[in-house]
């Protein structure tokens, strides 16, 4: 007889399955036995199979029950038909109330062949693609079934179903989006946010009311969640949720098509021009980027290649230092009407996400409580008082911290009284211990519920070529490299960093290994960022590495010379070290400094 088993969540061995199958020797009444035995629930004898399920009865403990009337372990009430295969458990389950607990179901039995899966292109309407247009308000005049790849008319299918569509147009999507689920999925997966709430890594549920144009659709506003979720939470109590960050980051990679996007870029104005690049409708983050350097002042309106990882470097820095975050070392995102209302948190949380796609940088500056908002929702995250970088809230808290009796903390509630009614964090003090409340609700005010509109909005950005996913699903693979900046470079790290190409000058060599030596020594000015700056335009290596690789030649010139585009470092072949440290010294300080006084924003 098939049967269907389940594991309770918080359980290593227990499993459970419907009772006529578990293994407690139920077996069938006989007539003269126990027939007319009462059932221990209902109390009644009646054996009616269709009206209380079959009697069972156990010949050991001489019980008898009737099928349907078996008590629930999680609501208390009968008919639970679902009981744990391991032989010393007596626990019994409704279907639903083992779901709200995390059982684990699982079919044990026989499946039988349907006759009709043995026919002649049984499965031939599987290959046929939904394409019609089920939204509210379809804007295409050629109709809800017209479909034209690539464009705006293109029909996308629900991740979740596959039996919903919409045209990009009519939800406000762009080719790249990865995520859409229908009003009926999207209803569901709402229903079952309450559920993902208990789970330790579950996946903030809070939705946004930025309707932007490029990632969010406008069907009606209700919790997503990817149906990968419980298969996701699974992985994350195994080994095989410790992922190697760069084989994250390669994986997202993947999405960037061949296909080459230029994007026109004043270095003296790189924020600015980034904005106008990514803003452009004609851009796709999906697209291979291809930077080229203009000089507004160069009246010829000569271009000049750039280098992809160069400008991305430039472009974090600028977003570290932007108003659009406070804090020294770790910051929080700040609360910029201005920035907000011109959308910049949104277009800073792409950039990041456009950084780690592209072979950029990651940020290094966020805070342990942005990152955790960010990865596990606002909820789920206690901000801490190094959080504050307003010097009058944090003496506040102080205040309220170091309070020592119950008057002095009145006295705290009376002077700032306007500020914590306006707050929405006035409360009725009784005794010393509500200051911890008090010092509470302020601190989850300053840092999260202060900023809310700003979250919501960077995070959409984030969500661009799937970023905001991944970073949900490993959230300790991603919180290093947003949390922390890279290690120090070292004589070795470069050594292997860059690889030789083939005929070079093996005593130049030797003096590369010398000059990096001792520069780790102090024995120049010159950094190893500066090196790799200089060759690269990075002063890190990203998380997913250089491409293409770095590499080192030896040539006869008299100075060494950087190829950004190409991560390529030309050395200069000199019969003497100290010759080759002076021309490594002057060419590299003289070439970084030239670069900063012709773009104050150069790293």
Excluded at 57 to 76: D, R
Aim: some cysteine.
């Amino acid at each position: 007889m098939a049967c269907g088993a389940a594991r309770e969540g918080k359980s290593d061995t227990a499993s459970l399955e419907l009772l006529p199958s578990a293994p407690c020797k139920m077996n069938e009444n006989k007539p003269g036995g126990s027939q007319n035995s009462t059932c221990v629930f209902c109390r009644k004898n009646d054996d009616c199979p269709i009206k209380y399920g079959e009697k069972k009865t156990n010949e050991k403990w001489n019980l008898t029950v009737h099928y349907y009337c078996l008590k629930c372990s999680v609501c208390k009430k009968t008919g639970a038909s679902i009981g744990c295969v391991a032989p010393r458990c007596k626990r019994s389950y409704h279907f639903p109330c083992g779901l709200q607990r995390e059982c684990i179901f699982q079919f044990t039995g026989n499946f039988a062949d349907a006759s009709w899966e043995l026919e002649e292109n049984a499965y031939q309407e599987l290959l046929q693609h939904y394409e019609h247009c089920d939204v509210r308000r379809c804007r295409c005049k050629e109709g809800r079934d017209y479909n034209v790849p690539d464009s705006k008319w293109e029909i996308k299918r629900c991740q979740c179903c596959g039996s919903s569509g919409t045209h990009l147009a009519c939800s406000s999507l762009q080719s790249w989006e990865q995520n859409w689920e229908c009003l009926e999925c999207r209803s569901i997966l709402y229903s079952a946010g309450e559920f993902q709430k208990a789970k330790k890594h579950a996946l903030p549920n809070t939705n946004v009311g930025i309707n932007d144009c490029l990632l969010e659709e406008s069907s009606p506003k209700l919790s997503r969640q990817s149906p990968g979720d419980q298969r996701k939470d699974l992985l994350r109590q195994g080994s095989k949720f410790r992922r190697d960050i760069s084989t994250l980051i390669i994986e997202l990679g993947f999405q960037v098509k061949k296909k080459p996007k230029k994007v026109f870029i004043n270095k003296a104005n790189i924020w600015n021009s980034a904005l106008d690049g990514f803003r452009n409708q004609n851009f796709n983050p999906s697209y291979t980027i291809e930077i080229v350097y203009v000089n507004e002042n160069d009246h010829f309106g000569r271009e000049q290649p750039g280098s992809k990882q160069e400008f991305l470097s430039l472009l974090m820095q600028q977003l570290e230092n932007s108003p659009l975050f406070e804090g020294s070392l770790s910051k929080n995102l700040s609360l910029n009407s201005q920035a907000l209302k011109e959308n910049l948190y949104y277009e800073a949380g792409k950039m990041v996400a456009i950084s780690l796609v592209h072979g950029g940088p990651s940020p290094g500056f966020f805070s342990q409580t942005l990152f955790n908002c960010l990865a596990y929702g606002p909820e789920n995250t206690q901000p801490i008082l190094d959080d504050v970088s307003d010097f009058d809230v944090a003496q506040i808290m102080i205040r309220v911290n170091t309070a020592a009796t119950v008057a002095d903390l009145n006295s705290i509630v009376n002077d700032y009284y306007k500020y914590l009614e306006l707050i929405g964090c006035l409360r009725l003090i009784t005794s010393i211990s509500d200051k911890y409340m008090l010092a509470k609700d302020i601190l989850v005010y300053h840092v999260i519920k202060r900023v809310q509109a700003p979250f919501e909005s960077f995070k959409q950005g984030l969500k661009t070529l799937g970023v905001l996913e991944k970073i949900q699903t490993y959230p300790e693979a991603f919180f290093h490299i947003f949390c922390h900046k890279p290690e120090n470079l070292s004589a070795k790290i470069l050594s292997d960093l860059f690889t030789v190409r083939t005929l070079s000058d093996v005593q130049t060599l030797g003096f590369w290994n010398s000059y990096l030596q001792a520069l780790e020594d102090g024995k120049s000015t010159v950094t190893m960022e500066d090196i790799l700056i200089f060759a690269t335009g990075c002063k890190s290596i990203p998380p997913a590495g250089f491409k293409p690789t770095p590499s080192i030649e030896c040539l006869h010139m008299d100075f060494p010379v950087g190829n950004k585009c190409n991560n390529c470092l030309a050395l200069p072949i000199t019969s003497t070290y100290k010759e080759f440290q002076e021309s490594m010294d002057i060419a590299i300080k003289n070439t970084l400094r030239l670069e900063k006084e012709e773009n104050p924003h150069f790293i």
